[in-house]
Every structure is written in structure tokens, then in C-alpha cells.
């Protein structure tokens, strides 16, 4: 069984970086596309950041040049950099996981997930 677990989120200010992490158990996550979504009450679960089995990484737009996403295999984990936070950042923040060769931004195509970590950043 395949278990994702967050870590990082928190209460910042805008400017402030943070670093969520997903510690993934029961698979490799060099063999998942994994990637991170977040949502706000209300709305649904958007796309962030992913990167496929093989390496390649895709951002939303509103994230790129400020948010990197990369992957430890040693310690089967998967980062989200988040740099020069801005309010509308603010969200749960969810770890996924898919079996399929590329990143998508379809929630449907993700198998795994994990319970979410808020971000909050104060303006």
C-alpha cells in the first residue's frame, strides 16, 4: 500500500520561502509521476508543480520562476520549494502520485494521495 505523508506547511509572510515535503512508503517515487496540488475552501484542487517518473517537470503558471519541485530517490521523498510567497498562495497543499508516465494536471489520473498541509501567508 502506497502512503504519502506531508510535512512543512505553515504561517509566513509574503517574501518568505518555505519547503513542503512528501515522504512517500510502499513505492518508489522514481517510479510515480508525482506531484503537488492545492486548494482553498470553495474551490476545487488546482495543479502546482509535478515531475514525472522519468524527470521532467511542469509548472502552473502562476507558480513558475518561484516554486521548484524536485526528488530525493535516496530518501523517497519529494520537495516543493516555494519562494517569494504571496498571499494567494495561501491553501492545503496535497502530495499525489500516479502510476502514469507523464505529469497531468487531472486529479482523476492520481491513485495517491496524502492528507494535505496548510500554507498561510500573511500579507
Known amino acids: 500500500q502506497v502512503q504519502l505523508v506531508e510535512s512543512g506547511g505553515g504561517l509566513v509572510q509574503a517574501g518568505d520561502s518555505l519547503r513542503l515535503s512528501c515522504a512517500a512508503s510502499?513505492?518508489?517515487?522514481?517510479?510515480?509521476?508525482m506531484a503537488w496540488f492545492r486548494q482553498t475552501p470553495g474551490k476545487e484542487r488546482e495543479f502546482v508543480a509535478g515531475?514525472?517518473?522519468?524527470?521532467?517537470?511542469s509548472y502552473y503558471a502562476g507558480v513558475s520562476g518561484r516554486f521548484t519541485i524536485s526528488r530525493d530517490n535516496a530518501k523517497n521523498t519529494v520537495y516543493l520549494q516555494m519562494n517569494s510567497l504571496k498571499a494567494e498562495d495561501t491553501a492545503v497543499y496535497y502530495c499525489?502520485?500516479?502510476?502514469?508516465?507523464?505529469?497531468?494536471?487531472?486529479?482523476?489520473?492520481?491513485?495517491?494521495w496524502g492528507q494535505g498541509t496548510q500554507v498561510t501567508v500573511s500579507s
Open positions: 510502499g513505492r518508489t517515487v522514481s517510479s510515480l509521476s
Open positions: 515531475i514525472s517518473w522519468s524527470g521532467s517537470r
Open positions: 499525489a502520485g500516479s502510476g502514469g508516465v507523464a505529469v497531468v494536471a487531472d486529479t482523476t489520473r492520481y491513485n495517491y
